[in-house]
């Protein structure tokens, strides 16, 4: 009985009133202090960047109070200009605080370059999926004395010779010095 007479006494009740305001003052407080640090209800609408050169997007975004940060570059897309940015995050049209980074994701100024499998001594029916699937070109095909038929001698790119291991730029036409299966 001592517990329940404790329970609806009065300092019992007085010590719950004061806890039950100092929490719901603690959390007034906290919601208007959050609420002003987090410059609640301030917003920026995000640019639409794309096909605009790096520098040139930074500077907009730097008018804004927003930050413009290099995520990363892509493979070169020949639809937007070199070194221009193809995406960003968050997209445009977005809203968001201001100092807030914008990752953009930039156009390469040019294809990588891409190493030349070793295909020497391989049939045309080995060589040319090989180099489609690295990103090459398959150009001329040029048969030379040899008793070898339709079997790969040489590289060539622009009329000289190229050897395995050499980097060329993705997209370059490989042409194929193969055997003619005469001698």
Known sequence: MGFFRFLFSKTFLIQLVIAIVSVVLIGFLALKWLGFTTNHNERIQVP???KLSFEKSALILSELNLEAKIQDSTNFNP???PLSVIEQNPKAGG???QNRK????LNPS???K???PDIIQKTTRQAEPTLRALG???????YRPNIAKNVVLELQHKGEVVEPNSLLMKTSSIDLVVGDGSR
């Open 48 to 50: 639409n960047l794309e």
């Open 79 to 81: 639809a937007y200009p």
């Open 95 to 97: 809203f968001v605080k």
């Open 102 to 105: 914008i990752y953009l994701v």
């Open 110 to 112: 040019g294809y990588r």
């Open 114 to 116: 891409v190493a030349i």
């Open 136 to 142: 090459f070109k398959v150009g001329k095909t040029i």
